[in-house]
């Protein structure tokens, strides 16, 4: 496949450099009495003002002529385009009938083709281009002459079969580059896909995003190039035909047009892109700096009274937001296009959809701010929030996300949370005040203090209740019928805390069994075969 496609290129190629050659034998005649014009006619253009228009022929621009009594530039100029054609198109009239008459009433050299009249050249022109009035003359007679051999070689049957050859080969070979471009992109897209698709860059960047990434930009490249490569490709055939040649110049503005902007847009904007370089070179260098100081202060090498090591990173993201801030602020002003209306106004519109749509968003984030620096837990910690029980597994400016006892990702909002009541288990344990508490009902026929044994001999049978300090019970109510006691008891590991209830309850079970005591409903009486029961009257 590869093989037949070089080969066609191969072909497509030599039928190019053949065309060339035929092109370099067919020039156009040119009279061997030619000679280079004495004055430079980009001068004239220069010095041609808004009141002046050109004369083109076959657009080719030839010479700039000014108004001239009661005529405008721009009908001069028409009218001398129009003489050049008739007399271009009129094979019977030859060039050696081109003459100058100069006639003194008008102040004029008169350029003539036999008794036709093609012109003239006022002395005022010549004296506001310095030159003398019959050399600037002479000059615009041999570009008429060039302009008009010219004209005659694009329109003859040799130009015209040269043209559509070339035109034909410069088709094939531009399809040719169209199909060699698509399977250059594809085979680097799989190339990339099967070098870095499947492997992680730097521990953070996926392989996938990347290829995608470059996927993106290549097509966009490659859309790009063809756009171009269609404007080049379509100048150049209209510029192979006379009928088409004035068009040309208009493909040509509009693939390079837009290039000359940019590249001078570009230009004009290189100090303050070096200037918005500087920025972020000193922002990276700042928050690196920055960086590396909290860092130490989270590693605890470096201590400040008041401040803890778990705000060093919250306090180094607020830091950071702030720095970046400033940094835009400074940026804006040197960003191309920063003083245009259209540049104000999405900023204005950016900031309004910004206030409306971030209210519950920034209340959540001053909300997060509050909890960092009030410290009511800590990654890991088991806590209540609201009627959530769990560990803390993740937090940040926004939300706060729990892990509850039965592997349920709980997220509460900074918000609720700050509002709400927020029972930390975990310090409490640490500073051994985690108290775990259950409660029965006796009946008043159990001695209170058997009562008290029993369940304290409950609590120094469950593995996770801590001896010191020592279990207590209180009672907490006498009822009609009963009477409240409630176990407590101190526990150093809040995330057993169901399992060690359940242990406890087993424990108080089997205490008041062995002891024969029941537990009884409070609402309820047994009764039991050994009880008297009342003989009716």
């Known amino acids: ?56 022929v076959l657009g080719q621009d030839l010479f700039a002529v000014g108004p001239q009594s009661v ?74 002459r060039q302009a008009i051999i010219d004209f005659r070689y694009d329109y003859s049957a ?31 897209e799989n190339l990339l896909e099967s070098r870095v698709g499947g492997r992680v860059l730097f521990k953070v960047l996926e392989g ?69 370089v500087f920025i972020g070179f000193m922002t990276v260098v700042i928050l690196r700096g920055i960086q590396f100081f909290f860092t130490e202060i989270e590693r605890e090498r470096i201590k400040f009274a008041g401040f803890y090591a778990d705000w060093a ?33 999405m900023t204005l519109f950016v900031g309004v959809l910004v206030s409306l749509g971030s209210g519950s968003a920034m209340a959540n984030i001053v909300s997060g701010i509050i909890l960092i620096y009030m410290r009511p837990f800590a990654l890991g910690d088991r806590v209540r929030i609201g009627e959530t029980v769990g560990d803390v597994v993740d937090r940040n400016l926004l939300t706060t996300r729990l892990r509850t006892t039965k592997n349920e990702r709980v997220t ?13 288990f975990t310090s409490k344990a640490r500073k051994k005040e ?16 058997q009562v008290h044994e029993l369940l304290l001999e409950a609590a120094g049978a469950t593995e996770d209740v801590m001896a010191e300090p020592a279990p207590f019970v209180l009672q907490t109510a006498l009822q009609d019928f009963y009477v409240e006691y409630e176990l407590n008891g101190y526990t150093d590991q809040p995330r057993k805390i169901p399992a060690t209830y359940s242990v406890l309850h087993q424990g108080i079970q089997d205490a008041f069994n062995a002891a024969g005591v029941e537990i009884l409903s409070p609402h309820y009486r047994m009764l039991r075969e050994d009880d008297q029961q009342p003989e009716p009257d």
Request: proline share 4%.
């Open 1 to 56: 496949m590869v093989f037949r496609w070089i080969s066609r290129l191969a072909l497509v190629l030599a039928t190019c450099l053949v065309a060339g050659l035929a092109m370099g034998q067919d020039e156009p005649p040119v009279e061997a009495d030619q000679q280079e014009p004495p004055v430079d006619m980009e001068e004239a253009a220069e010095a041609a003002t808004d009141t002046m228009a050109m004369v083109v």
């Open 71 to 144: 005529i405008s530039a721009q009908e001069r100029a028409a009218a001398m385009e129009e003489a050049i054609r008739n007399l271009a198109k009129s094979r019977r009239s030859g060039l050696d009938n081109l003459r100058l008459v100069r006639d003194e009433r008008i102040k004029a050299t008169l350029i003539m083709a036999g008794r036709g009249f093609l012109g003239a050249v006022w002395d005022y022109e010549a004296e506001g281009l310095d030159v003398s009035t019959d050399e600037l003359a002479a000059q615009r007679m041999e570009i008429i």
């Open 158 to 188: 040799k130009s015209l079969i040269r043209g559509a050859i070339i035109a034909g080969v410069t088709i094939v070979v531009f399809l040719v580059l169209l199909k060699l471009m698509a399977i250059l992109r594809r085979r680097f």
């Open 208 to 276: 996938e995003v990347l290829v995608g990434a470059a996927r993106a930009v290549i097509r966009l490249v490659h859309a790009v190039t063809v756009i171009w490569m269609v404007l080049a490709v379509l100048n150049f055939l209209l510029s192979l035909f006379p009928w088409t040649a004035g068009v040309a110049t208009q493909v040509f503005d509009m693939a390079a047009g837009p290039l000359m902007v940019f590249g001078k847009a570009m230009v004009d904007q290189l100090p303050s892109l070096f200037f918005l």
């Open 313 to 345: 990173r919250p306090t180094f993201n607020i830091v950071r937001l702030v720095v970046f801030a400033f940094a835009i602020v400074v940026a804006i002003p040197y960003i191309p296009g920063s003083n245009s209306g259209a540049f104000k106004g």
């Open 412 to 424: 509460i909002p900074n918000t609720n949370i700050l509002a709400g009541q927020i029972i930390n």
């Open 434 to 449: 985690l108290i775990l508490h259950t409660s029965v009902t006796i009946g008043y026929d159990v001695p209170w203090r």
